[in-house]
């Protein structure tokens, strides 16, 4: 399967802590995306980093990509109530359409 | 605000019933999309579409087909639904050149075959 590792699958941390979840995929890539789903909606684009590049902030997200190691992380600093949510990487191959996606990190931020 | 609207958020369809969902975007993009979305399974491709009457299958295409009449409108079709249908449906769009642009995801539609 061409489909990318999420990596926790779910994580529950204290508001005001930083969460990091990682995403492995299998090919080479055009770009790397991450996305955010609450529960029983449609998903919401956060963040594209393209494969030249290595980190991408945007507010209070934090990008890395190693394209020698097939693997993107996702920080999000100072964590909200409001950040609980599913979080998806997905990642569009070289010469293709499509986005592959992952398996999700469900993120539960405490109060 | 620009978006990609489903027509339906539940539907709750019975066996052997033909149905139809709806996807309408407002951004003039060229590419549109139809995934499904199930418990460990992740989203999986079922169509797409990059231009006006043009589709290609996705990962998943059997027991659905697709209509793009017009470019701000995809349709998914199951013919004959099956209990195995059941699923949530998230239709979603993008600009052609896909280097600097995400995915705009419209709501999704839960749709229940009885």
């Known amino acids: 399967s061409q489909q990318g590792e999420e990596d926790p699958q779910a994580l529950s941390i204290q508001e005001g802590e930083n969460a990091t979840m990682n995403c492995s995929y299998k090919?080479?890539?055009?770009?790397l995306q991450w996305y955010r789903q609450n529960s029983g909606r449609g998903l919401v684009h956060l963040i594209l980093?393209?494969?030249?590049?290595r980190e991408k902030h945007s507010g209070r997200l934090r990008v890395t990509l190693d394209t020698s190691k097939k693997s993107s992380s996702l920080l999000i600093t100072a964590s909200r109530a409001a950040d609980t949510a599913s979080y998806f990487c997905?990642?569009?191959?070289?010469?293709?359409?499509?986005?592959?996606f992952g398996s999700g990190t469900r993120l539960l931020v405490r109060p | 605000d620009v978006k990609v609207t489903q027509s339906s958020r539940y539907l709750v369809k019975r066996t052997g019933e033909k149905v139809f969902l709806e996807c309408v975007q407002d951004?003039?993009?060229?590419?549109m999309f139809w995934y499904r979305q199930d418990p460990g399974l992740g989203l999986r491709l079922i169509y797409f579409?990059?231009?006006?009457?043009?589709?290609e299958k996705g990962d998943i295409p059997e027991g659905y087909s697709v209509s793009r009449e017009k470019k701000e409108r995809f349709s998914l079709i199951l013919e004959s639904a099956s209990t195995n249908q059941t699923s949530m449906y998230l239709c979603?769009?993008?600009?052609?050149?896909?280097?600097?642009?995400?995915?705009?995801f419209g709501s999704g539609t839960r749709l229940t075959v009885v």
């Open positions: 980093i393209r494969s030249n590049e």
């Open positions: 579409s990059y231009d006006v009457k043009m589709k």
């Open positions: 997905a990642y569009r191959m070289d010469s293709s359409y499509k986005l592959i």
């Open positions: 979603a769009s993008s600009r052609i050149q896909q280097g600097s642009y995400g995915y705009t």
């Open positions: 951004m003039d993009h060229e590419n």
């Open positions: 090919t080479s890539i055009n770009n």
